[in-house]
């Protein structure tokens, strides 16, 4: 039985003992049903001890949070390009008496390159099977990914998900729980890195015609050069989806976790396989 007379503490002091703004307190009520007991609509908000020993209310909880990075904006991206011009053919350090084929096959060329590398965009893992009036575990049609318009839960973190994964699962499943009943889980908004990725590009390139009016130049293109796999996750897909593993106990579903034919794909517009590309450029 709740003691009337305890001391309670209002949302200022309730939110200074928690470390969060007043605003924060007001909406985890408003919006998740987490307030002081016995609060009457259009009264002060107090919160005894009790409320305040609740798990929801230990400590910010990340699955409360809609904070977290944004989804397509990588961590870590490095670009490097270099441009090289052989010092081979005539009118260059090298070769410059060099009969006319030779240097038309090995003379005047001139190589660029491009190397770009990033980590992986930023997804967060969810749930969203319980279509019913009374929604999973909290009452509420949440939409806990921002991009899902309703009903869309996170789970409790309970371990790395990077820890385990292999060449089948780019990540481990089993780092995931349902959260307890009337919880929400504690798995943050972009907490989950996809795949990153890097790519090489080479251009080889000479003019094989130089009139004062007419240039014509050969190119040779080499796109991702060492044929390194290009992936690339959409934020909300099935990838990051839990559905199968947490509700049913399946982890292998076919699409949760899984780079497939789906997942190939390079945003920067750069060849997901090796390509050699010939042409030819005429200025005039």
Not at 89 to 112: E, I, K, Y
Not at 156 to 166: H, I, K, L
């Amino acid at each position: 039985m709740e003691d009337v007379d305890e001391p309670r503490l209002s949302v200022s002091g309730a939110a200074r003992r928690l470390g969060i703004a007043p605003g924060t307190l007001r909406t985890w009520d408003r919006r998740y049903g987490i307030g002081p007991t016995g609060h009457t609509r259009g009264r002060h908000r107090l919160y005894s001890a009790a409320d305040m020993a609740r798990r929801s209310f230990s400590r910010p909880s990340p699955g409360l949070s809609d904070r977290g990075p944004d989804p397509n904006v990588v961590k870590h991206r490095v670009v490097a390009n270099a441009t090289w011009e052989v010092p081979v053919g005539h009118g260059r350090s090298h070769g410059t008496n060099m009969s006319g084929w030779a240097n038309a096959l090995f003379g005047g060329w001139t190589v660029s390159s491009l190397f770009q590398a990033r980590t992986g965009n930023n997804l967060t893992p969810f749930f969203s099977s319980y279509y019913t009036t009374s929604p999973w575990n909290t009452g509420k049609p949440l939409d806990g990914l921002g991009n899902f318009f309703c009903c869309a839960w996170r789970p409790d973190q309970v371990a790395d998900p990077g820890e385990g994964a292999s060449r089948e699962a780019f990540f481990n499943q089993a780092a995931y729980a349902l959260p307890a009943p009337g919880q929400l889980g504690n798995a943050g908004k972009g907490s989950l890195r996809g795949p990153g990725t890097w790519v090489v590009n080479f251009a080889f390139y000479k003019n094989i015609v130089e009139r004062p009016r007419l240039k014509v130049q050969l190119t040779a293109l080499l796109d991702n050069a060492f044929n390194h796999p290009q992936f690339f996750v959409p934020y909300g897909d099935g990838f990051a989806q839990l559905d199968s593993f947490l509700i049913d106990g399946d982890p292998n579903n076919g699409s949760t976790a899984v780079l497939g034919e789906g997942a190939i794909q390079n945003v920067e517009g750069f060849a997901t396989g090796r390509q050699f590309r010939l042409g030819i450029r005429a200025s005039f």
